[in-house]
């Protein structure tokens, strides 16, 4: 049997809901009941426990995306489960779409280095302190950086300090007796040895990352390989990207070549040369890094933050990596997984038509102003007027509020926000701050609590009933 799923909204959103569903023609039975809000996002666990009749005769209950009710007390309550669903109610093909993949984002195969660049410039303290923040970040590894001719006399009691916090550790350094230390002082892994400083891999039990003798040397770099084969020694192997215009594309070939001859080796990608040395935001070169490392079974990549505009590039590569491993686990395109890397625009920006924002407006029987955005700018409507333009300073004349200051100062604020989401083609909600993905911090977000109303709310609910 269809499973049957009953949808929970509001007035203004009920007609909308049912022709979006009555278009899907989706595996499941459905039914719509109005909860008796006008905007559905406003309806709260107690209204919904007060309206909604029982007994309920359905698989499953699905309560709007930015409904705030605390789910697990109404399957409780109900005998139902309840589960929120997208924020928009377009969204609900996708939704439904994505609910067959795979959803579980928390695995992934590839181990990301975190390098602090500057370690040997740092004191202990400060070391320990940028590692906690890069292990939140999606780091597995925290790599100790190195600097030419910048003495390291605490390089031993930083490894110390970050095995004492439960850290994976790396040493990365071109000065064989910097590496010896580190391998000496117990470090996990040490980069970078190639066949001329092997001797150092005999003295220490430090997993060592293996690069060609000479750039691009790759026969040097399989004789390094093949001796710690003999041995039964573990090892990473790093072909070595190459920046754009000096030789990236060849180096890309080199990763493949090695795949290929040795399928079952360790392979660690420094992605720093794309991502620090394009100008160019680095969402996208991560996702496409990844997606080659996803296909070629790359299990390891390095990650380095030096320049202003990578500052993000730890989460990045934490979301590439559980994308590409989830898309390829279900032989599926890394399409509709997560949204983290579309930072600046959105897949589907406008879940309105101008038309359907008219017939919204239409309804509205108050004086608070509702914002929203299409293809053709930004609305701006309540009660007694709708005005749409796609630079808002024009909008400021026709709304009256010229002597209410909070109210044009939210009204700005709102509508700057609005505008930005529509010359970047992003999604915006209004009360709701943009959706930057992985770009930026996302704000706490309590879905059992409705969020602080902006002004237009506080307003209407100083004079009507709050439901």
């Known amino acids: 049997m269809a499973e049957s799923i009953l949808f929970i909204t509001g007035h203004l959103a009920r007609p909308r809901l049912e022709a979006v569903l009555q278009s899907m023609n989706g595996a499941f039975d459905w039914k719509v009941f109005d909860i008796g809000v006008k905007v559905a996002a406003l309806m709260t666990e107690e209204i919904i426990r007060r309206r909604l009749p029982q007994p309920i005769e359905v698989d499953k209950i699905l309560l709007p995306g930015r409904c705030r ?5 109404l399957s409780e309550s109900f005998g139902v489960p309840f589960e929120r669903g997208p924020d928009e109610l377009k969204d609900i093909p996708y939704y439904f779409g994505r609910a067959r993949k795979a959803l579980d984002m928390s695995k992934y195969d590839i181990q990301i280095f975190a390098e602090i660049v500057d370690a040997s410039a740092l004191p202990v303290q400060e070391i320990v302190k940028r590692a906690e923040d890069y292990l939140r970040r999606g780091a597995n590894v925290i790599d100790l950086g190195c600097l030419p001719d910048t003495p390291f006399p605490h390089l031993e009691a930083a490894i110390k300090a970050l095995h004492a916090k439960g850290h994976k550790v790396s040493v990365d350094s071109a000065d064989p007796e910097e590496l010896l230390r580190g391998g ?5 892994f040490l980069l970078s040895l190639s066949e001329d400083t092997l001797s150092i891999a005999d003295a220490v039990a430090s997993t060592p990352v293996l690069i ?9 770099l399989y004789r390094a390989m093949d001796a710690l084969d003999a041995k039964g020694r573990a090892y990473l192997a790093d072909p070595v990207l190459d920046p754009i215009n000096f ?10 070549t090695l795949r290929h001859e040795r399928p079952e080796a360790e392979i660690l990608m420094g992605t720093g040369n794309l991502t620090e040395l394009t100008d160019a935001d680095t969402n996208g070169i991560t996702a496409v890094l990844l997606g080659i490392c996803s296909e070629l079974h790359i299990r390891n990549v390095l990650v380095v933050h030096v320049s202003p505009h990578t500052g993000r590039t730890i989460e990045e590569h934490d979301l590439a990596r559980r994308i590409m491993y989830a898309s390829r686990e279900q032989h599926d395109l890394p399409k509709d997984y997560d949204s983290g890397l579309l930072s600046l625009h959105a897949r589907r920006p406008f879940p309105l038509t101008p038309t359907e924002i008219f017939e919204s407006a239409f309804a509205v029987r108050d004086n608070n ?5 299409a293809e053709d700018g930004v609305h701006i409507f309540n009660r007694d007027g709708h005005h749409i333009a796609d630079d808002v300073f024009e909008l400021f004349p026709k709304l009256g509020v010229e002597q209410d200051g909070a109210h044009a100062f939210y009204l700005g604020a709102e509508l700057a926000r609005a505008e930005i989401a529509w010359r970047l083609a ?16 996302k704000q706490d977000d309590d879905k059992t609590r409705l969020r602080e109303a902006g002004h237009t709310l506080i307003t209407k609910r100083k004079r009507e009933p709050s439901e």
């Not at 102003?369 to 955005?373: A, K, N, T």
């Open 69 to 73: 009710a605390d789910l697990h007390r």
């Open 184 to 188: 000496r002082a117990g470090a996990d």
């Open 212 to 220: 060609p003798k000479e750039h691009g040397d790759m026969a040097s």
């Open 247 to 256: 030789g990236f594309t060849e180096s890309l070939g080199r990763y493949a």
């Open 369 to 373: 102003f509702r914002v929203e955005i």
């Open 426 to 441: 992003k999604r915006y909600a209004q009360d709701e701050p943009l959706d930057w993905g992985v770009a930026a911090d």
